[in-house]
Structure formats: structure tokens, C-alpha cells
């Protein structure tokens, strides 16, 4: 008996050093090819990516039920056929953004600036304590191209959060490359007063705020005629830093040649007296660009899995 407990118990080392070693060499050829896709040229770095979302779009999945479920609560006028070529558009898109992560998160200054151009309505090099709002279209990870020419341009650092990943390896590797031109990533969890000091020192301070992260200081308020849990950030840091905020939004280019990231004027007379109000304020402002061009936003994430009371998840039937 005690033989046979020893045998399994080798066993199952051997079987935990197997799949870690397993594990390891994915998360390296992973690596490589993250290294690999920018030295294809762009045009077929890009055809790629759509190639990808083609495939992605026509396979029966989760992710493929979240995007129409979210297409049919922004967008009840739409019919089932006008949903599913939305969902497939979406689909395209985000192909070509994932291929395109080998730039943002492995490739030169050059490469960066050729495939987004900056255009701010204000001065970044200002040193004004400053809030970026961006928002989860597909070019999101366009904000590092502030970085990237934070030297060329005497501009500030980029500070924001990241939101801490599942892989390790990965959660390292994404920080490390995002940091390589000097930013500062910031763990979202407990890091407050870190952010606030850099909106303080005048950095560029990057935040994403519409995403569900649970309903600790968060508030429901509208989206798309949709109650829906919302982080009060935004107005929150403005109030106590004094920062004027931005909106800063990334999109294709019409002729989807690359990608622009503007940065618009500061809000007039944000933040209010209401939290509230404000994230419902922000919240509009998404909408609209979105409405302008749906088949660019994040419709993968699950905006809206927290509810009201007596509400029920839309996405409980298949997740």
C-alpha cells in the first residue's frame, strides 16, 4: 500500500513538472511570435488579422453569443440578420487589433507612429494635472503611442491601471512591454494614491472606465437606455486632484490605413457635485461615439453581467 502511495505521488509530480514544462514553452512561442508579426509588412500584418476575425466570427463560442447579446440590448431596432453582419463587422476589427498587439506591445517608435497618428486639442507637454479618458474601442492600445513619443514630444510619462491577468506570465510580460518607453502601469487593485500622485506630478494619466469591475464604488447609470454598472473613478479622481479630463478616443482611419487618436478639450464644469451625474454624463459621451461606429467597440467584454436587484444576468443562459 504504501509502495503504490509513493508511486502515485511520483506520478503526479511527474505530471505537474510535464504540464508546466508544457505550459512554459506555449508562453514562449507565444513570446516569439509576438516578435515575429511585426516584421511582416503592415498591409499583410492586417489581412491577418482580418483573416483571423473571419474564422472567429463563424465559430459557434461564448465570446460569439456575448458580442450578439450585447448588439441586441444596445440596438433592439436592429433585426437578426442586421445583428449578425454587425457581429461579423465587430468580429473583423478585432482580428486585426489582436494581430496588431505584436506593434503595440513589441514594436519601434517608427512602426507605432506609422500606424497611429495623435491629434490633441490640447498641450501635453503642460505638465497640467490631466485625466485621458479612453474607452474599449478596438485601437484602445493606441494610448501607447503617447509614450512612445513622450521623449520627441517633452511630454510627460503615460500612468494608468491595467487590469492584473490570469497567466502570470503573461500579467509580466504585458506590464514589461507597455513600460518600455517609460510608462508606469499601475495594478488597478489598492493603488489609488499611487494615481493620484502621478495626476499630481502633472503625468499623463490614461483611464478606461467602461467596463463592469464589480459593484465596489461603482453606480448603475445609463448606457445605451441601459442601467448599467459603472466605476465612479473618473469624476472621484478629478474632484480630489483637481485634474481637468479629456476625452481620448482611438479609431480607424476611413480608409482603415491605420489608426487616430485624439484628445478633445477638457469637459466644462466636470466634475460636478454628483458622481452620479458625471459617470452618466461620461457615459453618454461613449455612447455616441459608439453610435457613430459600432462594429469598433469592445463588444466581447460583458458590459452588463451585473444587474439591478431583481434583474437577471443576459448572459447566465450560456456562461
Known amino acids: 500500500m504504501k509502495c503504490r502511495s509513493v508511486t502515485l505521488n511520483q506520478s503526479s509530480v511527474t505530471n505537474l513538472r510535464t504540464t508546466s514544462l508544457l505550459k512554459s514553452l506555449s508562453n514562449q512561442a507565444v513570446v516569439v511570435l509576438l516578435k515575429l508579426l511585426p516584421l511582416l509588412p503592415y498591409k499583410l500584418l492586417v489581412s491577418v488579422g482580418y483573416g483571423l476575425g473571419y474564422i472567429a466570427s463563424r465559430i459557434p463560442s461564448d465570446r460569439n453569443r456575448v458580442v450578439k447579446t450585447n448588439l441586441h440590448m444596445c440596438f433592439p431596432n436592429l433585426d437578426s440578420i442586421e445583428i449578425d453582419l454587425l457581429s461579423k463587422q465587430h468580429w473583423r476589427l478585432l482580428g486585426r487589433s489582436l494581430v496588431e498587439k505584436?506593434?503595440?506591445?513589441?514594436?519601434?517608435?517608427?512602426?507605432?507612429?506609422?500606424?497611429?497618428?495623435?491629434?490633441?486639442a490640447v498641450d501635453?507637454?503642460?505638465?497640467?494635472?490631466?485625466i485621458l479618458v479612453n474607452m474599449h474601442?478596438?485601437?484602445?492600445?493606441?494610448?501607447?503611442?503617447?509614450?512612445?513619443?513622450?521623449k520627441e514630444k517633452h511630454w510627460p510619462r503615460t500612468s494608468g491601471f491595467f487590469q492584473r491577468m490570469k497567466n502570470p506570465f503573461f500579467n509580466k510580460k504585458i506590464v514589461e512591454w507597455r513600460n518600455r518607453f517609460g510608462g508606469n502601469s499601475i495594478d488597478r487593485q489598492g493603488n489609488t494614491k499611487?494615481?493620484?500622485r502621478e495626476i499630481?506630478?502633472?503625468?499623463?494619466?490614461?483611464?478606461?472606465?467602461?467596463?463592469?469591475?464589480?459593484?465596489?464604488?461603482s453606480m448603475f447609470v445609463p448606457f445605451f437606455g441601459i442601467q448599467t454598472n459603472t466605476i465612479t473613478t473618473i469624476s472621484?479622481?478629478?474632484?480630489?486632484?483637481?485634474?481637468?479630463?479629456?476625452?481620448?478616443?482611438t479609431t480607424l482611419k476611413a480608409d482603415e490605413s491605420g489608426y487616430l487618436c485624439e484628445i478633445s478639450k477638457p469637459?466644462?464644469?466636470?466634475?460636478?457635485?454628483d458622481p452620479k451625474?458625471?459617470?452618466?454624463?461620461?457615459?453618454?459621451?461613449?455612447?455616441?461615439?459608439?453610435?457613430?461606429?459600432?462594429?469598433?467597440?469592445?463588444?466581447?467584454?460583458?458590459?452588463?453581467?451585473?444587474?439591478?436587484?431583481?434583474?437577471?444576468?443576459?448572459?447566465?443562459?450560456?456562461?
Open 194 to 196: 499611487e494615481i493620484i
Open 137 to 150: 474601442f478596438t485601437g484602445i492600445e493606441g494610448s501607447i503611442i503617447l509614450s512612445a513619443l513622450s
Open 102 to 120: 505584436s506593434i503595440i506591445w513589441c514594436g519601434t517608435t517608427k512602426q507605432l507612429s506609422q500606424m497611429i497618428e495623435v491629434k490633441s
Open 267 to 273: 469637459l466644462e464644469n466636470f466634475p460636478g457635485q
Open 236 to 249: 472621484r479622481l478629478a474632484k480630489i486632484t483637481g485634474a481637468e479630463v479629456c476625452l481620448m478616443t
Open 124 to 130: 501635453l507637454s503642460s505638465k497640467k494635472p490631466r
Open 200 to 217: 499630481r506630478n502633472g503625468d499623463l494619466i490614461i483611464i478606461a472606465p467602461d467596463l463592469d469591475l464589480g459593484l465596489q464604488n
Open 277 to 319: 451625474s458625471d459617470t452618466a454624463r461620461l457615459n453618454q459621451y461613449f455612447e455616441n461615439e459608439i453610435r457613430l461606429r459600432p462594429a469598433e467597440y469592445y463588444w466581447v467584454h460583458k458590459r452588463f453581467k451585473n444587474r439591478p436587484p431583481n434583474e437577471a444576468n443576459p448572459y447566465n443562459p450560456f456562461i
